[in-house]
């Protein structure tokens, strides 16, 4: 299985997140208060987060990876000395931005949060140096969160190529499923397809040879138990319950 693979990836990814967002004064205030970005997360079922089972472990790693997506909502906040360059409450754009100075880490974050009737927005964007890596004018961040709580999509910019570098999208149906989405360009592809009870199911897609090829697939109920299918190039390769 090539869970290790992704999470090696993802895990770098966390990494430069964590520093760019946690290098900032904590406190909030009341002058910088804005709409914040709520990632929506998966409960891991008990049966699924006890077991021992290769299905079970995989199915959990790929749930706490979109999990984990919602640690970079550190960067879409801004810190209580930020500079507020415009207010506007209820529509329009807010752009935020601050210093960050610290060993040899001299950056400037902005952020430009727009609402409008439907939909708050969030870009960050990057200038200068941080953790070794030099930005210019580099937009790092994009996302959205629908006012109705239908949907979300949170994109991750490549600082080498500008490219997207990791998008995760969300979408709550009329029957109550909420759609997670996850992809790597030209990586990988988590799908999930979580029900109120907490039941779901999993795909996830490799990109072999300029495509996408589901590789593992796996389904549980609401208390956690299920079972799982594995293959290579279209083959049954493993198979197993929980």
């Not at 090696?8 to 964590?18: N, R, S, V």
């Not at 999990?67 to 207010?87: D, E, I, Q």
Request: hydrophobic share 35%; net charge negative; proline share 2%.
């Amino acid at each position: 299985m090539k869970t290790l693979k992704f999470l090696a990836l993802f895990t770098g990814m966390i990494t430069l997140i964590m520093v760019a967002g946690c290098k900032k004064d904590e406190d909030t205030s009341d002058e910088n208060k804005m709409p914040a970005y709520e990632a929506k997360t998966i409960e891991i079922p008990d049966a699924m987060a006890q077991s021992s089972n290769v299905g079970a472990q995989e199915t959990k790693s790929y749930i706490s990876m979109i999990n984990g997506m919602a640690s970079f909502g550190s960067m879409l906040t801004p810190p209580a000395k930020s500079t507020a360059n415009k207010h506007l409450k209820d529509s329009g754009t807010e752009t935020y931005s601050w210093e960050v100075n610290e060993g040899t880490s001299n950056y400037t974050v902005t952020l430009n949060v727009t609402e409008t009737a439907s939909v708050i927005s969030w870009e960050c964007i990057l200038n200068g140096i941080m953790e070794g890596i030099t930005f210019n004018n580099f937009t790092y961040i994009r996302a959205e969160e629908y006012k109705d709580g239908t949907g979300s999509r949170f994109t991750l910019y490549d600082w080498e190529t500008s490219g997207i570098n990791m998008d995760l999208s969300t979408q709550v149906q009329l029957n109550g499923i909420t759609v997670f989405t996850l992809e790597m360009p030209e990586k990988m592809i988590v799908s999930l397809n979580i029900k109120a009870d907490g039941s779901g199911t999993m795909e996830f897609k490799d990109w072999i040879n300029g495509q996408y090829i589901t590789t593992f697939e796996s389904e549980w109920d609401a208390t956690g138990h299920g079972e799982f299918w594995e293959y290579d190039d279209g083959n049954l390769i493993d198979h197993g319950v929980w």
